[in-house]
């Protein structure tokens, strides 16, 4: 069975791609500032989409990036996608 990473570790992975997506160093991307305000638009959010999806396995859509608009709030949402439902109630461990 293999672990799954941890928030830091996805906000780290969500840094990194940006940075590349960005053109600016991961150290520049605070974890609390909007994407909007770091500059991703509609089309660069397909492209850090199109990162995310496949490296965690999970299927988060473009349109959740205005819901979860910065890295903190997105590597929390990848990490729930993540975590398998809780056998006897179909509720996941985070809800």
């Not at 994407?35 to 965690?56: H, K, Q």
């Not at 890295?71 to 439902?85: H, S």
Request: proline fraction near 7%; glycine fraction near 4%.
């Amino acid at each position: 069975m293999t672990v799954a990473p941890s928030v830091p570790e996805i906000e780290k992975y969500l840094r990194s791609q940006l940075a590349e997506i960005l053109y600016c160093h991961p150290s520049e991307i605070d974890d609390t500032t909007p994407f909007a305000d770091l500059g991703l638009d509609s089309v660069l959010g397909v492209e850090l989409i199109t990162c995310v999806n496949p490296e965690f396995r999970v299927n988060v859509a473009v349109q959740e990036l205005y819901r979860y608009a910065t890295v903190a709030a997105l590597a929390e949402r990848v990490a729930w996608l993540m975590t398998p439902p809780a056998r006897d109630t179909g509720v996941r461990a985070h809800e």
